[in-house]
C-alpha cells in the first residue's frame, strides 16, 4: 500500500451537474477525512469517517454534498447541482484512531481531485 | 477555537537554518501543535508534532515555549526541495470541526 489514492485527480463539469469523487485510505486506517482547498488557503474540514460512521461534518457544508463510507474503507464525495463556487481542491485524508487520547492526529493526504466547475 | 498567526512568507538560502514561528494564544489545554508541510499541486504532508518543550525527528525540530501560546518549526539545513507552504495546526485534541489550516506560510530557498 503505497498512500491514500483519490480519483480524478481532475474533473470539469458543467454548472448544474452532479459529480462523485472517490478515496481510497491506507488499508490499516480506520479514520478518513475530507476536505477543500482553494488557491491561496489552506484545507477546509468538511467531514470525517471513524470505520463507516459519519461523525463529524463541517457546519459550513451545504447539503448539495453527502459524503460515503460505506465499507469502512473506500469514501465517495458526491456534489449534487455544483455551482462555480464548489470549484477547488478536494482533499481526502486517513489516518489511525489515536490510542488513550481524544483528537485528530498525524494524518496522511492523499493527491486531491481538483475540481473546475463551468 | 484556537486560531493560528503565521507569517505569509519566508526567504532562505540552501543550507540555512530556517524557524517559521506559528502564535497561538487561544491554545486549549489539550491542544497539540502539529505541523503540514504541502508541495503544489500535492496534499499536505505530516512533519512533527508536539505538546510541549522541544520534538525532534529526522526532518525537524518543534520548539513549545512554557506558555505554549507561539511555536517554532525549525527546519536545518534546508535545501531547494524545502520551498513549499507549511501549516501549522492546534485543536486536533477536539472536535474535528477545529482542524483548521489557516493560509500558511510560503517557504521559498533560493540557490
Known amino acids: 500500500d503505497t498512500g491514500v489514492s483519490q480519483d480524478p485527480r481532475h474533473k470539469i463539469t458543467k454548472r448544474g451537474q452532479n459529480v462523485t469523487f472517490r478515496c481510497d485510505p491506507i488499508?490499516?486506517?480506520?479514520?478518513l477525512y475530507w476536505y477543500r482547498q482553494t488557491l491561496g488557503q489552506g484545507p477546509e474540514f468538511l467531514t470525517y469517517?471513524?470505520?463507516?460512521?459519519?461523525?463529524?461534518k463541517s457546519r459550513l457544508l451545504s447539503d448539495r454534498f453527502s459524503a460515503e463510507r460505506p465499507k469502512g474503507s473506500f469514501s465517495t464525495l458526491e456534489i449534487q447541482r455544483t455551482e462555480q463556487g464548489d470549484s477547488a481542491m478536494y482533499l481526502c485524508?486517513?489516518?489511525?484512531?489515536?490510542?488513550?487520547?481524544?483528537?485528530?492526529?498525524?494524518?496522511?493526504f492523499g493527491p486531491g481531485t481538483r475540481l473546475t466547475v463551468t | 477555537l484556537a486560531k493560528t498567526t503565521q507569517p505569509i512568507s519566508m526567504d532562505s538560502y540552501e543550507g540555512q537554518e530556517v524557524n517559521i514561528t506559528c502564535s497561538h494564544n487561544n491554545i486549549a489545554t489539550n491542544d497539540y501543535i502539529t505541523w503540514y508541510q504541502q508541495f503544489p499541486s500535492q496534499g499536505p504532508r505530516f512533519i512533527i508534532q508536539?505538546?510541549?518543550t522541544k520534538v525532534t525527528n529526522e526532518v525537524a525540530s518543534l520548539f513549545i515555549p512554557a506558555d505554549r501560546k507561539s511555536s517554532t518549526l525549525s527546519l536545518p539545513r534546508v535545501s531547494l526541495s524545502d520551498t513549499a507552504v507549511y501549516y501549522c495546526l492546534v485543536g486536533v485534541s477536539g472536535s474535528a470541526r477545529q482542524l483548521t489550516f489557516g493560509s500558511g506560510t510560503q517557504l521559498t530557498v533560493l540557490p
Open positions: 485524508a486517513s489516518s489511525l484512531e489515536p490510542i488513550g487520547m481524544a483528537g485528530h492526529y498525524e494524518q496522511y
Open positions: 508536539g505538546y510541549k
Open positions: 488499508s490499516e486506517h480506520n479514520r
Open positions: 469517517f471513524q470505520n463507516e460512521a459519519q461523525l463529524e
